[in-house]
């Protein structure tokens, strides 16, 4: 039961670090909430990072999880913009 679990641990960051991308990535562009889509930018970029090991360890695939961290980047760097263009933070 426990190597199951270890086993499926890769699976729970790479989803978690796509589901944080995309929705970090939808909010960026709320101009009100913009933003602070650079919090989920952080944690999708270390639940990806997580994930990337995770499942190098596993043999696994990693497509997810790096879609996960291409995502939060992208939210993190536009929101950075906001941040530094409307210094709404």
């Known amino acids: 039961m426990e190597d199951q679990n270890a086993n499926n ?8 670090s ?3 991308g995309i929705l970090g990535f939808i909010f ?8 602070y889509a650079i919090y989920a ?6 639940c990806g990072i997580i994930g990337v090991n ?3 360890k596993a043999k696994a695939g ?3 999880a790096v879609a996960g961290i291409v995502l939060s980047v ?4 536009i929101a950075l913009w906001q941040i530094n263009t409307l210094g709404n933070l």
């Open 28 to 35: 960026c562009f709320i101009p009100c909430f913009g933003a």
């Open 54 to 56: 995770m499942s190098q």
């Open 62 to 64: 990693i497509g997810m």
């Open 74 to 77: 992208l939210a993190g760097l």
């Open 18 to 20: 796509l589901i944080i």
């Open 9 to 16: 641990m890769h699976t729970v960051f790479s989803v978690l």
């Open 41 to 46: 930018g952080i944690a999708g970029t270390v």
